[in-house]
């Protein structure tokens, strides 16, 4: 498989990607965020050439289609990994976890394993360890897909006003076009291994 990719996004933007299954979407986030290698071209960001930096040296931040939680640490524990691999946190940055959860509606379930949460309570701690990272760019691959369609527009629109707030640039994947349309400034379409088409 190979994907073609030709565009530009201004600072702040949110872009939907859409395009049928197989298309390389997921490709092309892997790629932006280090996980995937680019055979020809550039990545650029703010001028820089970040092409050849290692995925924690990019200024991404990805959040994937399961969320990636880890079922043997809490919910609060999950979101400190966004901030120190070790979880070797300050009491400053335990409040900056707990704020982050309180941000996405999860104020008093830090202590919680995965498993005592409900799907769209374990979207928010993935998101929440998506918000404490701090990253100018936010990769989104399809991360609410199983949840329902009212969960799945609360979370989408939570993602937005929380990037918005942040400056962030968003990058978001989705099947949906109603709802990558309701909260993003401009829509990218993938068709035969390129972008846009």
């Not at 892997?30 to 280090?34: D, H, K, N, Q």
């Not at 969320?67 to 400190?80: D, K």
């Not at 901030?83 to 409040?95: K, V």
């Given at each position: 498989f190979r994907l073609a990719a030709d565009f530009s996004v201004e600072h702040g933007r949110i872009v939907a990607v859409l395009g049928p299954s197989g298309e390389g979407k997921t490709t092309l986030l892997?790629?932006?965020?280090?996980f995937q290698p680019v055979i020809a071209g550039a990545i650029r960001w703010q001028g820089k050439d970040?092409?050849?930096?290692?995925?924690?040296?990019?200024?991404?931040?990805?959040?994937?289609?399961?969320?990636?939680?880890?079922?043997?640490?809490?919910?609060?524990?999950?979101?400190?990994?966004?901030?120190?691999?070790?979880?070797?946190?300050?009491?400053?940055?335990?409040?900056?976890?707990e704020a982050a959860l309180a941000r996405v509606g999860l104020a008093g379930l830090g202590?919680?394993?995965?498993?005592?949460l409900s799907g769209g309570q374990r979207a928010r701690v993935a998101l929440a360890r998506l918000m404490v990272q701090r990253r100018d760019i936010v990769l989104l691959d399809e991360p609410f897909a199983a949840l329902g369609p009212a969960p799945k527009a609360e979370m989408l629109a939570l993602v937005a006003a929380l990037a918005r707030a942040r400056g962030a640039?968003?990058?978001?994947?989705?099947?949906?076009?109603?709802?990558?349309?309701?909260?993003?400034?401009?829509?990218?379409?993938?068709?035969d291994g390129r972008a846009p088409p």
């Open positions: 892997e790629a932006i965020a280090g970040i092409t050849t930096l290692d995925p924690g040296a990019r200024p991404v931040a990805m959040l994937f289609q399961d969320g990636n939680l880890f079922p043997h640490l809490t919910a609060a524990r999950n979101v400190a990994l966004g901030l120190r691999p070790n979880l070797r946190l300050t009491p400053a940055e335990w409040q900056t976890v202590a919680r394993k995965p498993a005592a640039t968003l990058l978001m994947v989705s099947h949906a076009p109603r709802d990558a349309r309701g909260i993003s400034d401009q829509v990218m379409c993938l068709r």
